[in-house]
């Protein structure tokens, strides 16, 4: 059984940074998949960053050149860089797990952590 726990939100200005943190535990076969989701209030949870257990990662297009997805050497802990954060970042940020190998398939995803909460201000 995946569990999830995600760290590393807060508040900051436009054009700050935040490091974002999920631990996992459980077989790796049942996180074959690893992303970040997040979610506004009035707003549906969207895909932000995937990456593959054995390589590989993607981006969603609006956070491309400024979020990086990684993961350690074993594939334990996934992070999430946010670089020149915007307002329209602002959301609950959520790690994810799925099993499977078309990880940027984001309606796809079945573990989940709790979330952690990132503000952007002007």
């Known amino acids: 059984q995946v569990q999830l726990v995600e760290s590393g939100g807060g508040s900051v200005q436009a054009g700050g940074s935040l490091s974002l943190s999920c631990v996992a535990s459980g077989p790796i076969d049942k996180r074959t998949c690893m992303g970040w989701f997040r979610q506004d209030p009035g707003k549906e949870r969207e895909g932000v960053a995937a990456?593959?257990?054995?390589?590989?990662?993607y981006h969603k297009s609006t956070v491309k050149g400024r979020f990086t997805i990684s993961l350690d050497d074993a594939k334990k802990t996934m992070y999430l860089k946010m670089n020149s954060l915007k307002p329209e970042d602002s959301a609950k940020y959520y790690c994810?797990?799925?099993?499977?190998?078309?990880?940027?398939?984001?309606?796809?995803?079945?573990?989940w952590g709790q979330g952690t909460q990132v503000t952007v201000s002007s």
């Open positions: 994810a797990a799925r099993s499977g190998t078309n990880c940027p398939a984001m309606d796809a995803y079945t573990a």
């Open positions: 990456v593959y257990v054995y390589g590989g990662t």
